[in-house]
């Protein structure tokens, strides 16, 4: 164990010590300012706070939508459920058309949202912090959907499914 400025662990050994931590998975969707759609499949999501009502969202600053959520400063969350992992894996590939065959709506400011998700949530942008190679952004909750469904979720590099017992 390292605490300090030097560094000890390898990007392999961090990598597989996150993937330890279970996750839900999030598809989260915006327009550029020229009004061309993004998304990306992303776990790196959590509840921040409830008075105001804020999420956090960390995006790879690679990625070719990273602008897109800057730009905007709006953009909707979607929770996936169980019968979504299909909309995970197209959003995490970087197609030139990822919202090909899914089923859209908009949102009243002409966000794209994909309908039958576990939660939807329409965010607004509050802060953008650096995060190394992550850019952390927090939004406000402007409204939620929520759907009756069980999860998908992430674990040790793999889809796996909730027993709710039931
Ligand atoms: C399960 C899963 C979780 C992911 N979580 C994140 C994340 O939290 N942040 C992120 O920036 N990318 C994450 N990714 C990777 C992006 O979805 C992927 O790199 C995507 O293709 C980037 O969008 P682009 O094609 O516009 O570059 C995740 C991928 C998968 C499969």
């Known amino acids: ?23 839900g998975v999030t598809v989260i969707t915006t327009r550029d300012a020229a009004g061309a759609p993004h998304g990306i499949t992303v776990s790196a999501f959590c509840s921040l706070s409830v008075e105001p009502p804020l999420v956090l969202a960390c995006i790879n600053k690679m990625t070719g939508s990273h602008y897109a959520f800057i730009e905007r400063r709006a953009f909707v969350v979607h929770i996936l459920g169980e019968h979504q992992r299909h909309v995970s894996e197209q959003f995490a590939e970087p197609l030139l058309d990822k919202f090909a065959g899914m089923p859209l709506q ?45 999860p998908l979720i992430y674990f040790r590099g793999d889809y796996r499914l909730i027993d709710l017992g039931d």
């Open 1 to 23: 164990m390292h605490v300090g400025t030097k560094r000890m662990i390898s990007n392999e050994e961090f990598r597989r010590a996150m993937s330890h931590f279970a996750s």
């Open 106 to 150: 908009e949102t009243e400011s002409g966000l794209p949202v994909i309908t039958g998700a576990l939660v939807t949530l329409e965010c607004s942008l509050v802060q953008n912090y650096d995060g190394g190679d992550h850019s952390i952004l927090v939004a406000e909750v402007k409204s939620s959907t929520v759907n009756d469904a069980k």
